[in-house]
């Protein structure tokens, strides 16, 4: 369990869109917007986990157009945040008071999660190298579950933290817009990585 651990900390060190997302999401809305996108990405991966670990993994092999579908929503809304930050104001970040919006960034970050089918098939491939699942108990799941959050919430808030950190040394205008069009150019980017996977 500790080497799942230190593996499963790694896993989510490497840098991908969902990664992407949340460091865009960071410099153009600040710190709070971003930890709700990693926690709909975290809530992704536990269902994922949850899945895997009660052998649904085959059951999902067979819902090919549902993955599909999911991860055309999880990409379209990931483009759509990247035109917005390329577009937001240059004093400041967005406002997150107005109705839905974190419900909305906290459901792209799900959709991100669980319309990219590669990460169950990551844990299908992942858990058995470290827990027999012929066996894999309640105690197992909510150890495996846990190193999920600890290290999402960890590594996820280091890139966050040193997003910020960026972001806030952005005070001239000039600056800040080219910012918010790098940032939203990589969302789009992220968004269409995710949306083109094969």
Partial sequence: MIAFAIAMGFFTATPGPGILAVISQAVSKGPFSA???????LAGDLVYIIAVSFGVGVVAEQMGDLFYAVRLLGAGYLIYLGWRTWHTAIDGHDKLNHPGAKSKTLGAGLLISLGNPKVMIFYIAFLPTFVDMATISTTDIAFICAAAITSTYLIGGAYIV???KVSHRLKQGSTRQKFN??????LMSAGLAVGLKS
């Fill in 35 to 41: 930890f709700l996108l990693l926690s709909g990405l």
């Fill in 162 to 164: 040193a997003a910020g």
């Fill in 181 to 186: 069009r790098i940032s939203g150019g990589l």
